[in-house]
């Protein structure tokens, strides 16, 4: 490949931010010298706990996803179809990131870069058919026109009859210079967010005038990735909220990207758990300015990789987390950055590997000086752990909560559909083998020996061998394994899943949840669980489809999985969750509005408004809140005493603002400036000297 498709996307990563270190990644602080023994002895055991009564959702078709682009002429050779199809790939994005916005379909061109022989889009189709998976299409907005778009429409699904379902309007177009960073092309008189929204619209109009029944995205980008929060001169709002503001209402699904460049390996593996908090603030952001149409947008993901040590294990660890993360949270698609590149910048992983900073899956054979990557098509660790998926779980199976106690150990759970439960589990620590101690609620398996699939640390396959117990493993440093439990059959319900809950009535104190009956027998009664962490808390027993939830938290999020009892006391698989925040009290003795007035990468500055709506005056006050996401910290803050603890956070009037006056008489307002590593959601309640206040936000 040459060298000029593997440049323009190391220059994409790195802009509006410092580049990369790649070289020199540490490992974790008080790990043993690389080359130590390996022994699980010296650690102590981590404890993991599998709750089947906590249901995520299914595995889609499309979940696992990977990125193709026409500068590879190994796209669709009968190897890589075959390794392809081995790793269980089940979508494929083409023409390839950046590319999506110079390439035009009919010509198979793409002027100003490179495009392989043997890479246009029936032959493209042709590897999509053979592997059994779906496309995902980037029509060109930087330099297309919806014409364009509607004709290549035309020509999948009417001339060749593909069915084609997932299009994607451009790629990262908020990089095409309007933020100050250029790498997308853009051939628009104005770049804005408004104007891409608008043009949206128009794309969706030409395309679905052709085929109704297609699915369109729009550009999004990651809360806590740049370049959210960003308020361009002349601008009212950042990127996300205009674009839903003009075009939610008739997008199917957001597109996001997420690269979060962590320096060093041991960073980068931490940055998984990221997700579940800027996913969350994602789609709170789709619900607040989409309109009615925002139940109905999915999140797609068409874009990852740690950018660390990315030929090595460290980069296949990250891939296994955060597909599942990312799944669990209610992603359809995730595909992976990406098929092939060419060697980059030569360092060496924690493992003492050779890191050729390629960033594909399978290696180009390519060199940087005297070092050269391993023969053509050789897989790279992150091939591997995306093969490793399809042992977790395959799709329409369902994704249960696993958690452990040791942040080097991650876990994952899947209720297959014979009835065999796959946990997933991670060790992302280079030196240190770990005992694992297993633990579940709502499964019990068999006491035969499960079977264990293992990826270790740089190997060339996949290994699978009956070992440990149920209850018992050890995990390799640097490792993924997944094991296989089967089931003990007791306890055991022939009733499905209850349908898709949802809330509905929801106030600071109560909420309603219904649901569509379960099948395969008689129920007895339903019963609606919280989900608190690894645990399950029942909250109410029903009788018919609905229930209502009474003594709810004020300001607080739930989310919430139904069951259905059979006649014997056994319980279904949990139905998926519904999520939900109950609203602060409209009536309280105290108004606080809440306003992030700006935001960059790493940080941003909210606005607090108080007021004192109740019949007597405040004379001093105290006013607290809680952070919802562990990725946001406290800084600074003014026109008030300032102490922070952890996520809590507390604010003590000074001497000129202490008196509040009765009925809305006055109103102070007090300001901080806060830290965020990720997603910064605002506080779900504020309360004034231990009163919940009315919560209002602006933006």
Known sequence: MSSGPRRARWLRRTAGAAALTLAGALA??????????????????????????????????????LNSAVWDNQMNVPVVQNLLSQAGIGMLRYPGGSYGDIYHWQTNTAPGGYVAPGTDFDSFMGTVKKIGAQPILIANYGTGTPAEAAGWVQYANVTKGYGDKYWEIGNENYGNGYYGADWEADNHASKSPATYANNVLQYISAMKAVDPTIKIGAVLTLPGNWPDGAVAGGDAYDWNRTVLSIAGSAIDFAIVHW???????????????????????????????????????????????????????????????????????????????????????????????????????????????????????????????????????????????????????????????????????????????????????????????????????????ITSASQGTSSSQTIAPYSIETVVLTPSGNGVSALTAPGAPAASGVTGSQATISWTPSSGGQVARYEVYQQFGTTSQLLAESNSTSATLYNLVPGTGYTINVLATDQMGNLSRASVPVSFTTSTPSNSTCAVNYQITTSWGSGYVASLTITNTGPSAINGWTLTFSFPATTESFN??????????????????????????????????????????????????????GTVCTTTYSS
């Open 636 to 689: 600074s803050g003014w026109n008030a005493n300032w102490t922070s603890s952890g996520q809590n956070v507390h604010a003590t009037n000074v001497d000129w603002d202490a008196n509040l006056a009765p009925n809305g008489g006055n109103s102070f307002n007090i300001g901080f400036v806060g830290n965020e590593a990720g997603a910064y959601p605002s506080p779900a309640a504020i309360s004034l000297n």
């Open 259 to 461: 690269y979060p460049n962590g320096q060093g390996a041991a960073t980068a593996l931490s940055e998984p758990s990221q997700l579940t908090g800027e996913l969350a603030q994602l789609r709170s952001e789709i619900n607040q300015y989409a309109g009615s149409n925002a139940s109905n947008i999915g999140i797609a993901l068409t874009e990852m990789n740690s950018g660390v040590d990315t030929t090595t294990q460290p980069d296949a660890l990250f891939g296994a987390d955060s597909y599942m993360t990312a799944l669990e949270q209610g992603v359809f698609n995730v595909d992976w950055w990406d098929t092939h590149n060419g060697a980059g910048t030569i360092s060496t992983a924690p493992d003492g590997a050779t890191d050729y900073n390629d960033w594909g899956v399978l290696s180009s054979a390519t060199c940087t000086g005297s070092v050269c990557e391993p023969a053509l098509n050789t897989p790279f660790p992150p091939y591997f752990a995306i093969s490793m998926l399809s042992k977790l779980g395959r799709p329409g199976d369902q994704m249960v909560r696993a958690g452990t106690d040791q942040s080097l150990v991650s876990a994952h759970a899947v209720l297959q559909a014979n009835g065999d439960l796959a946990v997933q589990l991670v060790n992302k620590d280079p030196n240190n083998a770990y005992p694992v101690n297993l633990h579940y609620t709502g499964y019990q398996p068999s006491t035969a020996t499960p079977t264990v699939y293992t990826y270790g640390d740089e190997a060339s396959s």
């Open 28 to 65: 974790p602080a008080g790990a043993a010298t690389l080359g130590a023994s390996a022994t699980a002895s010296a650690v102590n055991a981590v404890n993991v706990t599998v709750n089947a009564h906590e249901g995520l959702g299914t595995i889609p078709a499309t979940g696992y996803g």
